[in-house]
């Protein structure tokens, strides 16, 4: 059986940083393209970013680009979410998903991807 668990999620004051971690069991992540995806009441899921299990390379979308970063312990089984200079848009719950994949193009549609965690809040608030 296949489980992503997301954690580190929490409140933080604007500009502050949080680190998510998303653990895997079930699959061997080396195998896999992680994405990172948040999403608020009533909108549609969106991206955050991806890291090919292939080259290693990240894409990032344009709203996070130069905050946040995707690394990945594939001894761990675990994928990162480095998560800097935070804004309140930023606000939502953040899921990590993944793909088995064994090319090296990025992966930015939910409907891409095979397995999903649950989920974990994040909240930017003074």
């Known amino acids: 059986q296949v489980e992503l668990v997301e954690s580190g999620g929490g409140l933080v004051q604007p500009g502050g940083s949080l680190r998510l971690s998303c653990v895997a069991s079930?699959?061997?992540?080396?195998?896999?393209?992680i994405g990172w995806f948040r999403q608020v009441p009533g909108k549609e899921r969106e991206g955050v970013g991806c890291q090919s299990n292939v080259d290693g390379n990240t894409y990032y979308e344009d709203s996070v680009k130069g905050r946040f970063t995707i690394s990945r312990d594939n001894a761990k089984n675990t994928v990162y979410l480095q998560m800097n200079s935070l804004k309140p848009e930023d606000t939502a719950v953040y899921y990590c998903a993944a793909r088995f994949a064994y090319s090296s193009r990025y992966y930015l549609q939910p409907r891409e991807y095979d397995y999903w965690g649950r989920g974990t809040q994040v909240t930017v608030s003074s």
């Open positions: 079930g699959i061997t992540l080396a195998d896999y393209t």
